[in-house]
């Protein structure tokens, strides 16, 4: 796939500068047996480096449908990074769930006031409330931005809405669907998030390359 963005931009250290971490032999392995279609995730955050790295994997998606006949997918994950101690959710089609997201986030503040006095309670509960509104906006924005992206690719897309640790909630949407590539914002093997993800990550991981800046 890299050998093709190569080409296609006229470069030819793509995979050097890309690749922050190659994957298990394992998971190399275990892809193999899958013929004709291949699973793109990408972590997004609506900030330009992630915006990026969506763009690539959305053409790294369409040169390969162009020269086989596989099935590429692209996937979108934006996790809200937990500020509450609350267990991760996973919710598809932010806006056709909204009502739903809006009950299980107005109970993480109800869960939180349990232990408040009463006086107290008054205070915060209203503010855990904005901030719940808040959040679930803001990640209605940030997935309709991968999706209004989606459609100028015309191509094969879903998203997902996670909550907790973004590293975990990676690993999580990687496993769950049996990806074969997790695409980062990032252009260096020291971004902190490569050495959270770990060396151990069950499939491999690539960055923006430093050649888009020149």
Known sequence: MLARLQSAIGRDDLIEQMVLLPGTQKSCSKKGSKAKSANLIVAYN???QSHTALDIAFWIAHQTTLATNYQVTVQAVYVVEENLNHQSLDIFKVSENQAQLEYQLGNISKSVALGLN????TAILPQLARESR????????IIWQAKTLAEEWQGSFSSHLRFGNVA???KKVVQLETADILFLGCKST???MIET??????CAVLGIPHCLDK
Do not use: I, V
């Open 46 to 48: 609506g900030s330009p």
């Open 118 to 121: 009463r006086s107290k309670g």
């Open 190 to 192: 020291d971004h902190p």
């Open 168 to 170: 975990k909630e990676l």
């Open 197 to 202: 993800l770990g060396k151990n990550f069950p």
């Open 134 to 141: 808040t959040s679930l906006q803001e990640a209605d924005r």
